[in-house]
């Protein structure tokens, strides 16, 4: 073995890697101190402690602390979860349990769920009573409205999950909240991901939820921010409330990751439930605040469900529905409080540079390490339109802002003065700005897509408060807005379903004109006003509503008639068919061909023309062009538009009409049926979108006319960008700019940070400084002050790192070794050590005994057959601190197995001496000695 300055050198290193015994190191082996420390150095007086509900401990602590503020012990309160306790023993008692996923992934509520992971968290929140915040003009992120709390009582066992006892909890948070649960739209579960905890869960929620009695399913979104963390044990209700908390605050429904097909019970069709597995907005519905609920499940049945809604300032009262438990509106005190600001996290930004020569633009990007979002928004406040040199780039983050800097930079040195636009979000301009006039373009049906200005909506809270305001109005039963965000689908048929429902005429016009509306919000706020609006079949109801000739909601329920109308109208066979040729080709083809019963119903531009008509005749039409070398295909239009075939509506429409009130439209409204701008008559102006339905568009002579007018800056306002590029077939290389707001799925932030760069760099002037408004000013990097105090991390793994040089490897499962040469035989069951009076005594088997090798003279320690290798050899890894361990192991292990040879020697010591004396009691001989084995 070691010699005795050896081992003191071992021990001393090992003991390096210790903090010596301070004041702290007691206090930091008991877990209250952690609760006592906050309060220590924040000199807090009221209570302080820990609390144990093991998985549900952070919401226990949450209900302790609204405990203190409801009986006025404490006026505020720091509570949340900390757990980094994942050492070997953790996952021995989660793997033995058994719960962790043996696919190494945690998926809540999936169809595939087969256990969870261990993570680690630290949450924590401050808590006031609300009069209080409002009061102190605090920043207010949401409101818990009721705690829930119960036991499961007896059960099958002490780790299994109780339905009832769960129940129980939620019942209790509702009764306390004054309010139903048909009223919460997300609930942040426990969600495990184990299949007893997740079915157990899924049957309470479903017993408490599923009893509403509301019509409509799947209203309610259910999620796990396991999925995406792991389950973080005794901070897990404390992560699940923070993830609750920022949805509301943000007015967004998160996703739960990792579920290709949700668990059955978690989304059936008529159940309150489905799985949300994609950011979508959270409109707010009509009659309460938005509402959301948490779960946190302990060992042991510890229950605990907390109810939260968002933060309503009291000077807004809350609406009724005056069928539900609403929360009541309070009187505005002297001082209220505010909402807190908003994390941005868009999935691209938009960084301006202006500058007075194109080598003045060398050093604009700094350099400081500042995150993109400080960076965007320092020169949104800086840029100016009217600068000689102009540059855009959309980002996604800071390394691609320095690529497209760098690339915009390199076409600047070749070409200083020709302004330039790139598809990867660049645009540049040199000169003096000259936008022209500003027209806006609405586009019409056929443009819609499911989720459109989901991101905008997410991002902007003006886009939001559209919503909020229009999109929960109820049709057949369904508000607006679902048709818009539905929930996801898993099936082919569920997509098809989504789809199916938008593109319904009485669903899409009503879901495109709230679309337009809430990107016509936030562009307002930044300034951008129009010189006159067009719009492109039922686009020109939008366009004028822009014009101020009817309020929004008076266009909503106008486009919901039209659809309707539209959707009856369908009834009569009818096709339509576009056609890749100008309107005097398509006339020409038609009159070699006799037709009768298809008119022309778009002149969209020199490319394209649309016609309609009955299907026989659009079949034929189809041959005819096809015969002429003419492109054209069937368009999926339900019927013949803007064609005498839908004449029959033109009536009922105009009655409807009767019922909207009109004014003079402030700006001029380009119209469809003769290019011309709408007349100021409210009554004329009835007739004209009357007759509207059955007309021609004339959508190339509109273009033409505001062309003419002054316009140059095209500026389309709906869905998608079909106008943009029938505006770049009409006008071609004449001098105008046609800018989208949003492209079809998936453009999101990216087309309307690109529209806007590229509107700056064309010097319209706008106020970029409300996108940030609502959003904290990004961290910059800074110095760290020195922490008053500090309690240092040790141990023996702490700051060892791999050698330099050596590779990473992923860790992987033990090798199953074969016994050693030397290994400790297996013990059998003792015989009986005396022969009985009637058997002849006889010799004993000489018992097993080990006798351990010389050790080795370089390390300490020797395999215990010299010459052979031992079975378990592992490769030499050059550390002495390594080596040390190693050498204290082996030592170890000899000394244990010496020591099992001297209970060997004596327990055959007092089998020998029993033998002999038995022996002499009964007249026997004495035995032999029995010799050593060797």
Sequence with gaps: GLDEAEAQAVCDRIAARFEPWRESTFPGLLGNVVAGRIANRFDLHGVNHT?????????????????????????????????????????????????????????????????????????????????????????????????????????????????????????????????????????????????????????????????????????????????????????????????????????????????????????????????????????????????????????????????????????????????????????????????????????????????????????????????????????????????????????????????????????????????????????????????????????????????????????????????????????????????????????????????????ATEWAQPALAVHALALLAVVRELGLRPDCVAGHSFGELVALHCAGALDAESLVGLARRRGELMREAAATPGAMLAVAADRERVAEVLAGGGFEDIWPANHNSPRQTVLSGSAAAVERARSAFSAAGIASRGLSASTAFHSPLVAPAVEPLAAHLRTVTFSEPRIEVYGNTDAAPYPSCPDAVRRRVAGHLASPVLFQDQIEAMYAAGVRTFVEVGAGATLTGLVGQILGDREHAAVPLDRTAGAGADTFHAALGELAVRGVPLDLVPLWTPYASPGTPAKEREPRMTVKISGANYGQLPPSGTPHVEPTHAPEYGPRADAVPAVAAPAPAVALPSQPPGDMPPPPVYVPAAASSQQGFGPSHPGEAPADARPVIGDDRQLAVESIHRQTAETHLACQRLLTDSHMAFLRMTETTLAALLGAPVPGAVPNVT
């Design 51 to 503: 609390t144990d509900a093991a998985c549900a401990s952070s919401l226990a602590a949450l209900s302790t602390a609204v405990g203190e503020l409801s009986l006025r012990r404490a006026d505020l309160v720091i509570s949340g979860g900390v757990d980094t306790g994942n050492d070997i023993g953790m996952f021995l008692c989660f793997s033995k349990t058994p719960a962790l996923s043996p696919s190494g992934d945690c998926r809540p509520f999936a169809e595939a769920a087969d256990g969870t992971m261990l993570g680690e968290a630290v949450v924590m929140y401050a808590l006031k009573r609300l009069s209080d915040a409002e009061r102190d003009g605090d920043r207010i992120h949401a409101v818990i409205r009721g705690i829930g709390t119960s036991s499961d009582g007896r059960s099958t066992a002490i780790y299994a999950p109780l339905p009832e006892g769960q129940e129980r909890a939620l019942r209790r948070a509702y009764e306390e909240a004054g309010y139903p649960p048909e009223t919460v739209e997300l609930v942040e579960a426990h969600g495990t991901g184990t299949k007893a905890g997740d079915t157990a869960e899924l049957a309470a929620l479903n017993a408490v939820f599923g009893a509403s009695g509301r019509p409509d399913g799947q209203w309610c979104a259910i999620g796990s921010v396991k999925s995406q963390i792991g389950h973080t044990k005794c901070a897990a209700g404390a992560a699940g409330l923070l993830k609750a908390v920022m949805a509301l605050h943000h007015k967004v429904l998160p996703p739960t990751v990792k579920v290709e097909r949700p668990n059955p019970a978690a989304a059936a069709p008529d159940g309150p439930f489905y799985v949300n597995t994609e950011a979508r907005p959270w409109v707010r519905p009509a009659g309460h605040p938005r509402r959301a609920a948490v779960s946190s499940f302990g060992f042991g049945g510890s229950n605990f469900h907390v109810t939260l809604e968002e933060y309503t300032p009291p000077t807004v009262p809350t609406p009724s529905s005056g069928t539900q438990a609403d929360t009541p509106a309070r009187p505005a005190p002297k001082s209220t409080g505010r909402p807190a600001l908003r994390h941005r996290t868009a999935s691209s930004e938009l960084v301006l540079f202006a500058a007075a020569s194109p080598s003045a633009l060398e050093a604009q990007l700094p350099e400081d390490g500042r995150p993109l979002t400080a960076l965007a928004r320092e020169s949104h406040a800086a840029f100016s339109p009217t600068a000689r040199v102009r540059l855009a780039v959309v980002a996604t983050d800071t390394d691609d802002l320095r690529g497209k800097y760098a690339q915009a930079l390199a076409h600047i040195r070749r070409r200083p003065e020709a302004s330039f636009s790139a598809p990867s979000g660049i645009r540049y301009a040199y000169g003096e700005s000259a936008p022209g006039r500003i027209g806006f373009l609405f586009p019409g049906q056929g443009s819609q897509y499911v989720g459109m200005g989901a991101e905008l909506a997410m991002l902007a809270p003006a886009a939001q408060a559209v919503w909020d305001r229009l999109g929960s109005t109820r049709f057949d039963g369904r508000p607006l807005h679902r048709a818009v965000f539905p929930p996801p689908a898993f099936t082919e048929e569920e997509r098809a379903a989504r789809e199916s429902l938008l593109n």
